[in-house]
Nanobody, 118 residues
Framework: VQLVESGGGSVQPGGSLRLSCAFS????????IGWFRQAPGKEREKVSC????????YYADVVEGRFTISRDTAKNTVYLQMNSLKPDDTAVYYC????????????WGHGTQVTVSS
């Protein structure tokens, strides 16, 4: 399984970014694709998740209402639209396969840096 993130960058507070996670190589149907992030000196945390079977979504409280997860099944890509970004959103963002929980993700992408600063 391969997952490749893109779309990170530097923005000012209040700005927006859209992250993409292109995935391939699943031999069986996957359970979920999730977005996670890790800030310097902190543990990796879940941000958002989309369930493959029915498209249901999950958001961490700290991003609810600002971030939107979506997917393009034809392109095997999951997106994370991030609006109203805050400095606390600064982190490396990873996509992970088959779980919405950090400890049970079985494949990770390489990550993409998001920096929110004035």
């Amino acid at each position: 399984v391969q997952l490749v993130e893109s779309g990170g960058g530097s923005v000012q507070p209040g700005g927006s970014l859209r992250l993409s996670c292109a995935f391939s190589g699943f031999t069986l149907d996957y359970y979920a694709i999730g977005w996670f992030r890790q800030a310097p000196g902190k543990e990796r945390e879940k941000v958002s998740c989309i369930i493959n079977s029915d498209g249901s979504t999950y958001y961490a409280d700290v991003v609810e209402g600002r971030f939107t997860i979506s997917r393009d099944t034809a392109k095997n890509t999951v997106y994370l639209q991030m609006n109203s970004l805050k400095p606390d959103d600064t982190a490396v963002y990873y996509c992970g396969a088959n779980s919405c929980e950090v400890r049970t993700v079985d494949s990770w992408g390489h990550g993409t840096q998001v920096t929110v600063s004035s």
